[in-house]
Every structure is written in structure tokens, then in C-alpha cells.
């Protein structure tokens, strides 16, 4: 049997997931038994509207490979406007990334609620196959997420 020369690429990815509704469906589809990507960090935070696009940035300069923001579906926030300031946010900060010339595709933004647990594994999956297809992140140093 020969072993192949080249490795399959895994993509490191982040996820900065809404505790209220997103990071909710992140353990109905864990406790689903659906299938998720090992490769995805999960990092809980209160709501989407409070990542700093800094840690963003940071996160992808420290190899993140992609980095998914899911909360709460617009008008649901538990914080009442939260997931518009995030959407202004995101919008923002993917001109910075093409300003950079990094590809704004590593970056994506998406709305889950607590009982969709099935579309957050959709989300995760999609997400990691589309960054399959990218590539390693070509700044990416030895870090591993």
C-alpha cells in the first residue's frame, strides 16, 4: 500500500458563537450526535455585537484559517439590538480585511438560533468546506488553533 504524498489540508477554524441562541445550538447538535468538524474551535461569548473586530483580526493573524461570528436571528438578540450592531460590524470589518488584502470569504457571519441544532452543523460544515477550498491561511505561522 503507498502512502500518499500529500495530506489532506484541515482547516483551523474559530467560531465566536452567541451564549443565548448560537452556542445553545452548538450543544443540541452536539447532544444530536450530528456531525461537526473536529478542526472548529468554539469560543462562547455573551453576545455577537460584543467581539472586538481587533480579536477578529488577531485571531486570523495568529492562523485561524477562517473565522465563523454566528448569534442570535435579527430582532431575537437577548440584548435587544445586539445582532444589528454586530451585522454593521461585520459589514465594516470585511472592507477592512479587503483593505488589508486578506479574502473577506474567511470571514463569515451567521444567524442561529437555540433550537437549530441541524442548521448549526449546516453552518459549521458549509463553512469548513469552503475554507477547505480556500486554503490554508497564507499568513498563518506555527499556531494551531
Known sequence: ???SSETEFTPAIVGF?????????ADLAGSSKLELPPSFTVIRVMCSSRIDHNLLLSTYFKGADGILVAGCHPGDCHYGEGNYYARRRF?????????LDIDPERLQLSWVSASEGKRYAEVVGEF?????QLGPNPIKNNTRF
Open 1 to 3: 500500500m503507498e502512502k
Open 17 to 25: 458563537l452567541c451564549n443565548w441562541c448560537t452556542y445553545a445550538a
Open 91 to 99: 459589514a465594516l470589518l470585511k472592507k477592512v480585511m479587503e483593505t
Open 128 to 132: 469548513t468546506e469552503k475554507i477547505k
